[in-house]
Nanobody
Framework: QVQLVESGGGLVQAGGSLRLSCAVSRSIFSINAMGWYRQAPGKQRELVAGFTSGGSTNYADSVKGRFTISRDNAKNTVYLQMNSLKPEDTAVYYC???????????????WGQGTQVTVSS
């Protein structure tokens, strides 16, 4: 079973930084795409940053220049470095991967349990 274990959330003052990590279990065959989403209270879940299946990155306009997504393929881990945090960045952040557990199966979406990021003003 694929498991995504997130860490790194917490409480930080505006202007501060946090680094989120998401480790994907070794029960996967391959990863197509991976990224970070967030959901604030009363709002829909939105893409923050991600790697496409082609390896390129994309970012929400609201985080461009402040957040950086990176990955360590050897560790099946994806990171989100968040700098210059703002109160409006407060949300639960979720890791997402599109992955195959077997070369014979289609890729599926998997989600982490979510980690809370709170930015105080």
């Amino acid at each position: 079973q694929v498991q995504l274990v997130e860490s790194g959330g917490g409480l930080v003052q505006a202007g501060g930084s946090l680094r989120l990590s998401c480790a994907v279990s070794r029960s996967i065959f391959s990863i197509n795409a991976m990224g970070w989403y967030r959901q604030a209270p009363g709002k829909q879940r939105e893409l923050v940053a991600g790697f496409t299946s082609g390896g390129s990155t994309n970012y929400a306009d609201s985080v461009k220049g402040r957040f950086t997504i990176s990955r360590d393929n050897a560790k099946n881990t994806v990171y989100l470095q968040m700098n210059s945090l703002k109160p409006e960045d407060t949300a639960v952040y979720y890791c997402n991967v599109e992955a195959k557990t077997s070369p014979l199966l289609r890729p599926k979406d998997y989600w982490g349990q979510g980690t809370q990021v709170t930015v105080s003003s």
